[in-house]
C-alpha cells in the first residue's frame, strides 16, 4: 500500500473515530435534553420522573422506562417501555451550541422514524369518576415537529399546551388494544377497542382517523358493538381552545364532574361557532356494522343493528351536507306503544342532502331534501327550506314545504292500534272527516285525508304559499296547518279494511 493510500485511510479512521466519538458525547446531553422536555411539556405534573433513559448512538435508539407522570389531583399516568430510532438532526439539536444551525427558523424538524411503546396505564384521580384507561402497544412511524417549537422546548422554555397539542407531524400513529373501565357504583362500565390509527397529521390536520371492533358493555346489561368508525379529512381547533380545555381538565378536581360537562359543553359549543366560519370538523364520518345488543352474555338479544351510517361535510360556503342511514331494528321495545303485526324487526333507510341557500325572499336557509323509508311500512320523501338562528332552534320555521307519503301499510298498522277491529274502523271514517273539515277549515284538504285514508296510497302536502315561512310551532293548530297548506290524495289499490283484515290473519 502507498504512502498516499495509507495517509488516506488513516484519515478515514480518525474521521470515523471522531463521529463516533461525537455521538458517545452527544449521548449524556440526549438523555438529559428527555428529561428535561418531558418537565416542561408537563408543566402541571407533580410527578414528573423517567426511571431509565439510554441511547445507543450508533443506532440512534433512545429508551426510556418506566415514565410516570401525574399532577396528583385528576389524573395518574405510567408507561413501561418506550424505544424511539431518533432522528440524527435532533440528536445533534440536543447539543445546545449547534442546536441554531441544526434547527430551521420555520418548518418541520424530525424528532423519529419510527417508534414503539406498551404497558401505557392512565388513572382518572377525580372524585366521582373512577376511570381506568389501558393500552397494551402502540406504534409510530416518522414524527416531525414544529422547528421552533421543538427549539423553545430544548432551551427550556414553557411552551402552552394548547400549542403543543398542534405541533406534530406525522405519517401514522396506531395504537392498542385499549380497555376502559369505569367502576363507579350505578355506572359500571367496560369498553375495549381493537386498535386506533390516526394518518396524516399535520399540525391541526388530520388525513384519516379509524376505530376498529369498538364494544361497550353497561352493567351488564346493554352492549354497543362498532365494527369500524372512520373519520376523514379532520380539522383540529387552534392553540388556544386545547390550551382552555387542558385548564379545565385540570379544575376538574376542583369544580367536580357535573361542572366539568357544562363546562365542556359550552367549550365545544365556542368551538363549534368559530370554525363554522372556517371550514368543517371533518369531510366525512362513516360507521360500520353497528349493533345493540340486550343483556349481553344471557339472552344476547339484538335490539338495533346498522350496515352503514354515513356523514358527508361537503363545505361551509355555502354550508352542504349529506347524510345516509341503512339499519333494521327489533320491534321490541315498541311493544308497549305499537303493536305492528308480523313484524319483528323493521328495516330502515334514510338519505337527506343539506344545502345552504337563499329562499324567494333571498332570506338564507337550509333546503333538506330527501327520503326516509320503513320497509313495508311507508316511503316519504320530503323538501323544505329551514330557518334558525336560535342554537336552541326555538325559533325553528319552514317554507315551500313538500311531502309526499306512499303508504305500505303503515296506515292499517295505526289505524289497527286505535280497534282492531277492521268493521270498527270502517264505521269511524264518516266521523273522522266531520271532524277533519271542522278542524282544518277546509272541505277540500279534509276531503283528500279522507280519501287517503279510505284507500291509503299517496297523500301530498305542499306549501299554498312557497314563500310563506311557518313557524313550527303553527304545525299543532289544525286550523293554521289548514290555510298555509294544501293536500291531495292518490287512493291505493285496496282499501283501509281490506290491509286491516290482512293484518288480522298474521
Known amino acids: 500500500m502507498s504512502k498516499t493510500a495509507k495517509g488516506l485511510l488513516a484519515a478515514l479512521i480518525i474521521c470515523v473515530l471522531a463521529v463516533v466519538g461525537g455521538l458517545f458525547a452527544c449521548k449524556p446531553l440526549v438523555e438529559q435534553a428527555v428529561?428535561?422536555?418531558?418537565?416542561?411539556?408537563?408543566?402541571?405534573?407533580?410527578?414528573?420522573?423517567?426511571?431509565?433513559?439510554?441511547?445507543?448512538?450508533?443506532?440512534?435508539?433512545?429508551?426510556?422506562?418506566?415514565?410516570?407522570?401525574?399532577?396528583?389531583?385528576?389524573?395518574?399516568?405510567?408507561?413501561?417501555?418506550?424505544?424511539?430510532?431518533?432522528?440524527?438532526?435532533?440528536?445533534?439539536?440536543?447539543?445546545?451550541?449547534?442546536?441554531?444551525?441544526?434547527?430551521?427558523?420555520?418548518?418541520?424538524?424530525?424528532?423519529?422514524?419510527?417508534?414503539?411503546?406498551?404497558?401505557?396505564?392512565?388513572?382518572?384521580?377525580?372524585?366521582?369518576?373512577?376511570v381506568i384507561c389501558t393500552v397494551e402497544g402502540l406504534s409510530s412511524g416518522p414524527v416531525a415537529m414544529d422547528a421552533a417549537v421543538l427549539k423553545r422546548l430544548l432551551d427550556g422554555q414553557q411552551v402552552p399546551e394548547g400549542e403543543l397539542m398542534i405541533a406534530a407531524i406525522a405519517e401514522k400513529i396506531t395504537y392498542g388494544p385499549i380497555r376502559i373501565s369505569n367502576t363507579v357504583p350505578g355506572e359500571q362500565m367496560q369498553s375495549s377497542i381493537a386498535a386506533v390509527s390516526i394518518e396524516g397529521v399535520d399540525r391541526r390536520t388530520w388525513k384519516r382517523m379509524t376505530m376498529d371492533a369498538t364494544e361497550v358493555t353497561i352493567r351488564s346489561e346493554g352492549a354497543l358493538k362498532m365494527d369500524?368508525?372512520?373519520?376523514?379529512?379532520?380539522?383540529?381547533?387552534?392553540?388556544?381552545?386545547?390550551?382552555?380545555?387542558?385548564?379545565?381538565?385540570?379544575?376538574?378536581?376542583?369544580?367536580?364532574?357535573?361542572?366539568?360537562?357544562?363546562?365542556?359543553?359550552?367549550?365545544?359549543?365556542?368551538?363549534?361557532?368559530?370554525?363554522?366560519?372556517?371550514?368543517?370538523?371533518?369531510?366525512?364520518?362513516?360507521?360500520?356494522?353497528?349493533?345493540?345488543i340486550e343483556s349481553p352474555g344471557r339472552k344476547n338479544e339484538n335490539l338495533f343493528h346498522a350496515g352503514e351510517m354515513r356523514f358527508d361535510w361537503l363545505g361551509l360556503a355555502p354550508h352542504h351536507f349529506k347524510s345516509s342511514l341503512a339499519c333494521d331494528f327489533s320491534t321490541k321495545p315498541l311493544r308497549g306503544m305499537i303493536t305492528i303485526p308480523g313484524k319483528e324487526r323493521i328495516a330502515l333507510k334514510?338519505?337527506?342532502?343539506?344545502?345552504?341557500?337563499?329562499?324567494?325572499?333571498?332570506?338564507?336557509?337550509?333546503?333538506?331534501?330527501?327520503?326516509?323509508?320503513?320497509?313495508?311500512?311507508?316511503?316519504?320523501?320530503?323538501?323544505?327550506?329551514?330557518?334558525?338562528?336560535?342554537?336552541?332552534?326555538?325559533?325553528?320555521?319552514?317554507?315551500?314545504?313538500?311531502?309526499?307519503?306512499?303508504?305500505?301499510?303503515?296506515?292499517?298498522?295505526?289505524?289497527?292500534?286505535?280497534?282492531?277491529?277492521?268493521?270498527?274502523?270502517?264505521?269511524?271514517?264518516?266521523?273522522?272527516?266531520?271532524?277533519?273539515?271542522?278542524?282544518?277549515?277546509?272541505?277540500?284538504?279534509?276531503?283528500?285525508?279522507?280519501?287517503?285514508?279510505?284507500?291509503?296510497?299517496?297523500?301530498?302536502?305542499?306549501?299554498?304559499?312557497?314563500?310563506?315561512?311557518?313557524?313550527?310551532?303553527?304545525?299543532?293548530?289544525?286550523?293554521?296547518?289548514?290555510?298555509m297548506l294544501v293536500f291531495t290524495a292518490t287512493p291505493g289499490e285496496k282499501s283501509l279494511l281490506e290491509q286491516m283484515k290482512a293484518l288480522t290473519a298474521n
Request: hydrophobic share 40%; charged share 25%; proline share 6%.
Open 228 to 292: 369500524k368508525l372512520e373519520i376523514r379529512d379532520i380539522f383540529l381547533p387552534d392553540a388556544d381552545w386545547f390550551g382552555r380545555f387542558l385548564d379545565l381538565v385540570r379544575r376538574t378536581g376542583d369544580t367536580g364532574i357535573d361542572e366539568f360537562q357544562l363546562q365542556l359543553e359550552a367549550l365545544l359549543k365556542d368551538a363549534a361557532g368559530k370554525q363554522m366560519m372556517t371550514r368543517p370538523f371533518f369531510g366525512q364520518l362513516t360507521v360500520k356494522e353497528v349493533d345493540i
Open 350 to 483: 334514510w338519505q337527506d342532502d343539506t344545502l345552504e341557500k337563499p329562499d324567494a325572499a333571498g332570506q338564507s336557509c337550509l333546503r333538506q331534501t330527501g327520503r326516509l323509508s320503513l320497509e313495508g311500512l311507508v316511503d316519504l320523501d320530503y323538501a323544505y327550506n329551514f330557518f334558525s338562528e336560535d342554537p336552541s332552534m326555538m325559533d325553528a320555521a319552514i317554507s315551500d314545504l313538500s311531502l309526499d307519503l306512499h303508504d305500505h301499510g303503515l296506515t292499517a298498522v295505526l289505524a289497527y292500534n286505535i280497534d282492531p277491529r277492521p268493521e270498527a274502523m270502517e264505521a269511524m271514517m264518516p266521523m273522522l272527516g266531520a271532524s277533519l273539515s271542522s278542524d282544518l277549515n277546509d272541505p277540500r284538504d279534509a276531503e283528500a285525508i279522507q280519501t287517503f285514508l279510505a284507500r291509503p296510497g299517496t297523500l301530498s302536502i305542499r306549501s299554498e304559499d312557497p314563500a310563506r315561512v311557518m313557524p313550527w310551532i303553527q304545525f299543532i293548530d289544525a286550523a293554521a296547518l289548514g290555510r
Open 35 to 130: 428529561r428535561d422536555v418531558l418537565r416542561t411539556a408537563n408543566p402541571d405534573a407533580a410527578i414528573c420522573s423517567v426511571e431509565t433513559v439510554d441511547i445507543n448512538p450508533l443506532s440512534f435508539t433512545l429508551k426510556l422506562g418506566n415514565i410516570h407522570l401525574s399532577d396528583q389531583r385528576t389524573y395518574d399516568t405510567t408507561l413501561k417501555e418506550i424505544s424511539l430510532t431518533l432522528s440524527p438532526r435532533f440528536v445533534l439539536a440536543c447539543v445546545p451550541f449547534l442546536r441554531d444551525s441544526i434547527l430551521p427558523a420555520t418548518g418541520d424538524a424530525p424528532l423519529f422514524s419510527s417508534a414503539t411503546g406498551r404497558d401505557l396505564i392512565e388513572k382518572s384521580l377525580i372524585p366521582g369518576d373512577s
